[in-house]
């Protein structure tokens, strides 16, 4: 799996969007980019992947640049309840059944009231 | 969407004795399930790929003989801490491939946290 760098923490406020990023220089043509989320004492929760188009759910936005190189993770409209780590995963699609993710350090988002 | 359920959600016992926590796929099928820990202010460590019908593959240092995974069917997964000591307290977590992503998401259970006095 490619190597991901993210800032170690991130504050937003309540009701403004919450844009989260990830460098990925070293991605691979067929690595896709996941992102997940780890609210207090809870287990990961997935939120987004793509390969090289921009993705959006309900959950939120994931901007991919034309390079690859890097992306963002776009939520519209944080709330409180979006206070959580956030981890950029990349890696082959394929090996989702056969190997674990690895998880790095995340970044820790602090959304204000 | 799939679900995992793990259970129970948190468990406190005595040091020597041994604990098991299950893992559930709800409503999908995985042969393959994934265990995890995580201390307090950390990130998820990987602690063990439990396979379907076969003996589970253990990280480096992770005592095969202490953390006993069971996996005896596409549904469940068991993961047995045993002669279980203060230092064995921690927040674990299983996950299973499958999901709203579809097929190339790992999906995770809640997380067990283990107090051991």
């Known amino acids: 799996d490619a190597k991901t760098t993210q800032p170690p923490s991130m504050d937003c406020a309540e009701g403004r969007a919450a844009n989260l990023p990830c460098n990925h220089s070293?991605?691979?043509?067929?690595?896709?980019v996941y992102w997940y989320r780890q609210i207090h004492s809870q287990g990961p929760q997935y939120i987004i992947h793509?390969?090289?188009n921009n993705e959006t759910n309900e959950m939120a936005s994931l901007i991919i640049t034309e390079d690859r190189k890097s992306s963002t993770l776009i939520l519209p409209h944080a709330t409180l309840r979006d206070t959580a780590v956030y981890y950029c995963?990349?890696?082959?699609?394929?090996?989702?059944?056969?190997?674990?993710?690895?998880f790095g350090s995340g970044t820790r988002l602090q959304v204000q009231p | 969407g799939a679900v995992v359920s793990q259970h129970p959600s948190w468990v406190i016992c005595k040091s020597g004795t041994s604990v098991k926590i299950e893992c559930r796929s709800l409503?999908?099928?995985?042969?393959?399930m994934f265990w995890y820990r995580q201390f307090p202010k950390q990130s998820l460590m990987l602690m063990a790929t439990?396979?379907?019908?076969?003996?589970?593959?253990?990280e480096q240092g992770v005592e095969k003989d202490k953390f006993l995974i069971n996996h005896a069917s596409l549904t469940l997964s068991t993961l047995t801490v045993t002669s279980a000591h203060p230092e064995d307290s921690s927040f674990y977590i299983c996950?299973?491939?499958?999901?709203?992503?579809?097929?190339?998401?790992?999906?995770f259970g809640a997380g067990s946290r283990l107090t051991v006095l």
């Open positions: 439990s396979n379907e019908g076969s003996k589970a593959t253990y």
């Open positions: 793509g390969l090289k």
């Open positions: 409503d999908f099928q995985a042969t393959t």
């Open positions: 996950s299973a491939r499958g999901g709203s992503g579809g097929a190339n998401v790992l999906t």
């Open positions: 070293t991605i691979s043509g067929n690595e896709y």
């Open positions: 995963i990349v890696r082959v699609a394929r090996d989702t059944g056969r190997r674990a993710l690895t």
